[in-house]
T-cell receptor, first 109, second 118 residues
Framework: QKEVEQNSGPLSVPEGAIASLNCTYSDRGSQSFFWYRQYSGKSPELIMSIYSNGDKEDGRFTAQLNKASQYVSLLIRDSQPSDSATYLCAVNNAGKSTFGDGTTLTVKP | ETGVTQTPRHLVMGMTNKKSLKCEQHLGHNAMYWYKQSAKKPLELMFVYSLEERVENNSVPSRFSPECPNSSHLFLHLHTLQPEDSALYLC?????????????????FGPGTRLTVL
């Protein structure tokens, strides 16, 4: 079992829809959780951080964390074609980050 | 504009060449990382330096040799590489904290060096 697993893609949604990206992790001691966006040929860019259970909203992005279920998700509302990218989930415990394989999202106009 | 810079952005080298990748962070962080990302593959952590000391080396072949002269600079020295080493090499930095009350260990990436080994 991988330490960080993301829902297999690719994920395709129409413009204006909600895109839902999921991530589960195995290390119960994990303390910090991150979502990165990576456009093709570019480096990962941090878009959301979450540290406590519940929801955290930032513009069109909402991160959700459930430590009991070892689950973290990213919702993108009103998806735009510019949101088309690979999204990486990262989980951190005591300074060590583990990345998932990524989920590729395509938003169709 | 990212606080982590990498040079060169593109590099083509033969298998007998020796070259170095450079990374510089302007964020005041205390940890730096090298990652390898091959086409259609996930990120692979290669090396971690914390306070200029190597704290992780993930079974990387000896043809890759890291160097961290200070907390702002990180190098990756390359020699006698193989074609399968062609990839995007990413540098990242973070402010490491092991306690809950400290920083949250977000990593910030540089733009990467696209390496092609012929």
């Amino acid at each position: 079992q991988k330490e960080v697993e993301q829902n297999s893609g690719p994920l395709s949604v129409p413009e204006g829809a909600i895109a839902s990206l999921n991530c589960t992790y195995s290390d119960r001691g994990s303390q910090s959780f991150f979502w990165y966006r990576q456009y093709s040929g570019k480096s990962p860019e941090l878009i959301m951080s979450i540290y406590s259970n519940g929801d955290k909203e930032d513009g069109r992005f909402t991160a959700q964390l459930n430590k009991a279920s070892q689950y973290v998700s990213l919702l993108i509302r009103d998806s735009q074609p510019s949101d088309s990218a690979t999204y990486l989930c990262a989980v951190n415990n005591a300074g060590k980050s583990t990345f998932g394989d990524g989920t590729t999202l395509t938003v169709k106009p | 504009e990212t606080g982590v810079t990498q040079t060169p952005r593109h590099l083509v080298m033969g298998m007998t060449n020796k070259k170095s990748l450079k990374c510089e962070q302007h964020l005041g962080h205390n940890a730096m990382y090298w990652y390898k990302q091959s086409a259609k593959k996930p990120l692979e952590l290669m090396f971690v330096y914390s306070l200029e000391e190597r704290v992780e080396n993930n079974s990387v072949p000896s043809r890759f040799s890291p160097e961290c002269p200070n907390s702002s600079h990180l190098f990756l020295h390359l020699h006698t590489l193989q074609p399968e080493d062609s990839a995007l090499y990413l540098c990242a930095s973070s402010q490491l904290s092991k306690g809950l009350a400290g920083g949250h260990n977000e990593q910030f990436f540089g733009p990467g060096t696209r390496l092609t080994v012929l």
